[in-house]
């Protein structure tokens, strides 16, 4: 390795979308060396795919008025069915005002309140007042008491990323893209950077910085039908994981959205339901008020999605090539609606589906599309056990959500955690001067240039990385999926252990070399397995059915032995997680009802 190779910076940021950019802005709004590294331009991260909103408690809005932090923070633990850390909920609610309206500041070009009276699907009748007129308007999204959803039509994502990515240039932020960290430098107790890889080349350099951030988003992609883009494959948890110090929190628990299309999987926002769509079977019978009579579409998206499969098991499916669906009716919303607050929605059916949802119901069902697990980090967003490591997003466990997410939640989470991640790795960079070994750099920088070179070697080895893949995405679909049992995930273990085996055994069918995809994809697999492993192994020991974790065997919430969240930490040379917990600590909120999704769910 030539030392002239080496990038030294104040900060290293792992991931380019929203929280990763608002920890590099505020640490370069102090004066601070910031990088950041990104699979990809950070306008095409998967942030920008964010169609619905961002929570935060404004009460512009007639079906929001006298909503506060108080409401919203009830909401946000009922929603996490009581799994989150209260006193991360409770900054969040309190900052998340703060951070819409910082967004505004910097351009974002919200929806705003048009007064005057309107007639709401469901027939009721509200006025927006005059003096509310030109304020940021909300709109309704599941599990929540109050219209809280601050909203840009239905691109929110998209014009956030931009208008975040704009400050980033203004700052004079460096930014290293189409490079992926595939390592992180440390010696047990402390990081100093990170080992990357140029995915135009496949050339290796190592990245040194006092502090480092991993914000690479979820790991929607190991599983075979996925909301989340290609690049989401949870890289960033992987390479933490890898440390054998920093544990994971609460992998198994995975989100899957009620409407991704068929088939294609892509997301159409919960604003369609939040607006007041509607979600039909194959007699056009709108099942969800038998299931939810208060709620009905608009309940949390893991009781929606278990609804819907639980229909479609009844066999109420509407029948397909693609395997049973349901529908998305939203035509009664009317066109100027549909195309002025859900244009996006009306152009992705009409580039997927070839249909216009103006006068065409959509096909949709329940898709994996969140990962409330992630790098575990205390309530200022430090890793565990690892002093200089740092995670914000969807790629931490802060742990906002605990074993469920809201709609609108995560938006404003990548905002806020940037907020206070940024603030403490500022505080942490002033304090702490950069220090590392040559010999440690020297070894890490070792260590994944031989992976590269046995890999390139083609000398040994059989697998074939996109054959085990495949298996990996389908075994997780099928048996670690929104209804799970012992059984299954008996068998899902056993076939993800023998996985990883085989992956240790990888060989090129190319020669590796310059911008090769198979090459990339062979390192990330191992690292996609333990990921693979440890949502199972969590998932098989947690005997309880709690927010997006339901165990048909174990049908019911247990606080009195499960009040618990998990960490998966994986030793060197280890096959298998080695799990520990920590007690959730209810600093406000008892646990209690959540006020939906109270009805026994059968799989029968």
Not at 92 to 116: D, N, T
Not at 287 to 312: G, L, N, T
Not at 570 to 588: F, H, M, N, Q, S
Request: charged share 20%.
């Amino acid at each position: 390795m030539k030392w002239s190779d080496a990038h030294i910076t104040d900060v290293l940021v792992i991931g380019a979308g929203l929280a990763g950019e608002r920890v590099a802005i505020e640490a370069a709004q102090e004066g601070h060396q910031v990088t950041i590294l990104s699979l990809v331009p950070p306008r095409r991260s998967h942030s920008t795919a964010a169609q619905g909103g961002m929570q935060a408690s404004l009460g512009n809005v007639a079906m929001g008025y006298g909503d506060n932090p108080d409401i919203h923070f009830e909401d946000t633990v009922k929603g996490s069915d009581w799994g989150c850390d209260q006193e991360v909920a409770r900054m969040f609610v309190e900052l998340a005002p703060v951070a819409v309206r910082q967004m505004s500041y910097w351009g974002v070009p919200w929806s705003r309140v048009a007064p005057g009276k309107r007639t709401l699907p469901d027939g009721v009748e509200v006025e927006e007042l005059q003096e509310k007129a030109g304020l940021i308007a909300q709109r309704q999204f599941g599990g929540t008491a109050k219209w809280r959803t601050c909203f840009a039509a239905d691109g929110t994502g998209h014009v956030l990323q931009y208008a975040m990515d704009s400050v980033v240039v203004k700052l004079g932020v460096a930014v290293h893209d189409r490079t992926e960290a595939i390592s992180l430098i440390h010696d047990g107790e402390r990081c100093c950077g990170a080992v990357a890889v140029s995915l135009r080349d496949g050339t290796l350099r190592p990245y040194l910085a006092k502090a480092t951030v991993i914000a690479t988003g979820g790991y929607g992609r190991i599983y075979g039908a996925s909301t989340n883009a290609v690049i989401n494959e949870g890289t960033g948890m992987a390479i933490a994981l890898d440390t054998g110090a920093v544990p994971l929190g609460n992998m198994e628990a995975v989100q899957f959205h009620p409407t991704g299309i068929v088939p294609a999987n892509i997301l159409v926002t919960e604003g369609c339901r939040g607006d007041g769509g509607y979600l039909l079977d194959k007699n056009l019978h709108r099942f969800m008020p038998d299931y939810e009579p208060v709620k009905k579409e608009v309940a949390s998206r893991d009781v929606v999605s278990r609804w819907m499969v639980h229909h479609m098991r009844r066999g109420f499916g509407v029948d397909s090539p693609y395997g049973p669906h349901l529908w998305l009716d939203i035509r009664h919303l009317g066109e100027e609606h549909i195309c002025t607050n859900l244009r996006e929605v009306h152009t992705i059916c009409e580039n997927f589906l070839g249909i216009d949802c103006v006068s065409a119901l959509i096909p949709v069902r329940p898709t994996q599309h969140y990962s409330m697990g992630g790098v575990r980090t205390n309530k200022h967003g430090h890793a565990y056990h690892l002093a200089g490591l740092f995670a914000a997003g969807e790629a931490a466990c802060w742990d906002l959500h605990g074993l469920n997410r809201l709609g609108g939640n995560s938006l404003a989470e990548t905002i806020v955690a940037g907020m206070v991640v940024g603030e403490r790795v500022t505080a942490f960079v002033r304090e702490h001067p950069l220090h590392f070994s040559f010999s440690l750099v020297a070894e890490a920088v070792r260590v994944q240039q031989a992976r590269l070179d046995d890999l390139r070697s083609r000398s040994r080895g059989s697998e074939d990385v996109y054959q085990l893949r495949k298996a990996m995405e389908e075994t997780l679909l099928e048996k670690v999926g929104i209804f799970r049992t012992g059984e299954a995930l008996g068998e899902a273990l056993l076939t993800l252990t023998e996985l990883y085996r085989r992956s240790q055994n990888l060989r090129l069918r190319s020669s590796g070399l310059g911008p090769n995809p198979e090459l990339f994809a062979a390192l990330r697999l191992p690292g996609m397995l333990r990921l693979a492993l440890c949502i199972v192994h969590g998932a098989l020991a947690r005997t309880e059915s709690r927010g997006s974790h339901y165990r048909e065997d174990f049908p019911h919430r247990d606080d009195e032995n499960w009040l618990k969240r998990t960490l998966a930490y994986w030793p060197e040379g280890a096959e298998a997680p080695r799990l520990e917990y920590e007690d959730v600590k209810i600093t406000e909120l008892p646990p209690g009802d959540r006020g939906y999704g109270g009805m026994p769910i059968s799989g029968d």
